[in-house]
């Protein structure tokens, strides 16, 4: 089973830039895209980003449209999400998965998606 490891989190000013890293252990089957989720204290984990494995197709929650970048090094086995125009309320634990279907928004837990540790994303003056 691949296993994913993110970096790149900490502590960043309201209009700051952060780019997080998913680096996977192996190359992810082609029918596991990897997303982007996060989790705020006592909220419930989201969506933020996604792109597909069949067309590199991106998805984004909408908060983030405009703001958020995904992309993909096939070479390195690496997904990366570019923060730009970082917010307070961006502020969370980040996670990367490997999911069976691309989702932005609630996220319903499915036991099939493989996850990642997550990294500190947190957002202050």
């Known amino acids: 089973q691949v296993q994913l490891v993110e970096s790149g989190g900490g502590l960043v000013q309201p209009g700051g830039s952060l780019r997080l890293s998913c680096v996977a252990s192996?190359?992810?089957?082609?029918?596991?895209?990897i997303g982007w989720f996060r989790q705020a204290p006592g909220a419930l984990r989201e969506g933020v980003s996604c792109i597909s494995s069949t067309d590199g197709s991106a998805y984004y929650l909408d908060s983030v449209k405009g703001r958020f970048t995904i992309s993909r090094d096939n070479t390195k086995n690496t997904v990366y999400l570019q923060m730009n125009s970082l917010k307070p309320e961006d502020t969370a634990v980040y996670y990367c998965?490997?999911?069976?279907?691309?989702?932005?928004?609630?996220?319903?837990?499915?036991?099939?998606?493989?996850w990642g540790q997550g990294t500190q994303v947190t957002v202050s003056a």
């Open positions: 192996k190359s992810t089957p082609a029918y596991r895209h």
């Open positions: 998965a490997a999911v069976l279907t691309c989702t932005t928004g609630k996220y319903y837990w499915n036991n099939d998606d493989v």
